[in-house]
């Protein structure tokens, strides 16, 4: 089917009224323009050749053995044709006038209580794209310890808003497409009432009288409609930017194998860009605290730890995101010779600069709490420092350094055989030289 054969028309504002649906239906029929589906609020035709065509709009069982088409294979007999379907509440029939026999199989209170359940259905359902995103907010936090504000510092939040966006405004579109449907299924109903006072033709077999509903009570509130289109649209939004940010807007430079402590590599363009920006962090190594100064042992070795079969690589990684504008990451596992035989040990850092330094509590909270479980009744060890606004230490076979200081925040994992405690003049002249003041 050629594109050009396709013509897409906005449904009229009285599309609800059946009488008028269907007449408006027929005077396209009339214009060659016949229909094939509907879509949201749009009805999708091809062009064809002008000509004489009926259109009826029944009521279906949304809970029926049968599917749409064949429902509507079930008026063949009365010389109508199935075409499409609206909402999962409405069929759209076509017939030859003269040759087509109005009849509607499906009727009743039962019938209609059903659909009004079912819109309804439609309407909390609009909730689940919050309640995907409070599932996988707390998937993260509880299973995986991220905190809200470590999501966003590591640029993972524009997933959730992505999710969320997509996954909201399908359900927006779905549900715009039931909103027509249901006030459809209001006039319709009406219709069969005025013509069956005594329901003396209902073929369902019900057996109950249908009452005429109120005026309004089948259609959803169209601010609730509004307001939440606007926060799906949003959420995409920021989803969107979050995800080109993360892809293309970062600057990494990665170091693997045996990591270079005195320089940076600036044939990468990424690194020489970063360090065209930020020259003050060409004073200190790319790997911010090397381990072999930690040690004190000067030919240490980096080496590929072998970790439960996996290879685990020496590393240094300088990113950007929103809300830790630059946060650098450091992995060095090292190997020397001592005279009581080989040691090995391990240093990780994580470095983050944020946007503002409101934020640097709440997030070494969270830092605290992924990698040491605060909010599982371990309680942390402050320590008095002159160098830091609040610092935290766990010297107890593994290390671990909590800091903070302005609008950064430091992480230090060591395992090995000094204290980070020791240590802390280096931590605080590597953090100096970090914010570039």
């Known amino acids: ?240 930017a979050g995800g080109i940010h993360y892809g293309a807007g970062r600057i990494r430079s990665v170091y693997t194998g045996k990591v270079s402590e005195a320089g940076w590599d600036e044939s990468d363009f990424r690194t020489r860009a970063f360090l065209d920006k930020y020259p003050s962090w060409k004073e200190i190594s790319p790997v911010l605290l090397p381990l072999s100064r930690l040690e004190e042992q000067p030919e240490m070795e980096y080496q590929t730890l072998d970790y439960r079969g996996e290879k685990l690589e020496n590393y240094s990684s300088i990113n950007r995101f929103p809300f830790a504008p630059i946060q650098a990451e450091t992995m060095q596992y090292g190997i020397w010779n001592s005279g009581d035989g080989t040691r090995e040990s391990t240093l990780k850092l994580e470095y983050y600069r944020l946007a503002s330094p409101k934020l640097a509590a709440p997030l070494m909270r969270e830092l605290g709490r992924y990698y040491m479980n605060w909010n599982k009744g371990w309680m942390p060890q402050r320590v008095a420092s002159g160098c830091f606004d609040e610092l935290v230490i766990h010297d107890r076979g593994l290390h671990y350094l909590f800091a903070r200081k302005d609008n950064q925040v430091l992480m230090a994992y060591y395992i090995g055989e000094e204290n980070l405690e020791d240590h802390l003049p280096e931590l605080e002249e590597m953090m100096d030289m970090l914010s570039g003041k």
């Open 1 to 240: 089917m050629k594109r050009s054969e396709k013509v897409v028309k906005n449904i009229p504002a009285d599309f609800t009224n059946p009488d008028r649906a269907e007449r408006w239906l027929e005077e396209n029929a009339e214009q060659g323009l016949v229909l094939i589906r509907y879509s949201g609020r749009k009805a999708v035709f091809i062009k064809g050749e002008p000509a004489k065509t009926a259109y009826m709009v029944v009521p279906m069982d949304p809970d029926g053995m049968k599917g749409p088409r064949d429902q509507g294979e079930e008026y063949k007999e009365f010389g109508w044709e199935y075409v499409t379907q609206l909402g999962r509440m409405v069929l759209i029939l076509r017939g030859m006038p003269g040759k087509c026999e109005r009849v509607q199989l499906l009727a009743g209170d039962t019938l209609f209580k059903k659909l009004r359940k079912k819109q309804r259905g439609r309407i909390w359902g609009l909730f689940s794209p919050f309640i995907f995103w409070l599932i996988w907010f707390l998937f993260f936090y509880f299973f995986q310890g991220y905190g809200f504000l470590l999501l966003f510092a590591k640029g993972v939040a524009w997933l959730i808003f992505l999710a969320m966006g997509v996954g909201g405004l399908l359900q927006m579109w779905s549900f715009r497409e039931a909103r027509v449907a249901d006030g459809l299924l209001e006039g319709i109903r009406n219709r069969f009432v005025l013509e069956n006072p005594s329901d003396g033709n209902r073929k369902d077999g019900a057996g109950t009288s249908v009452q005429k509903k109120r005026r309004g009570t089948g259609n959803p509130p169209g601010l609730l409609y509004r307001v939440l289109s606007i926060i799906f649209l949003i959420s995409l939004v920021l989803g969107m």
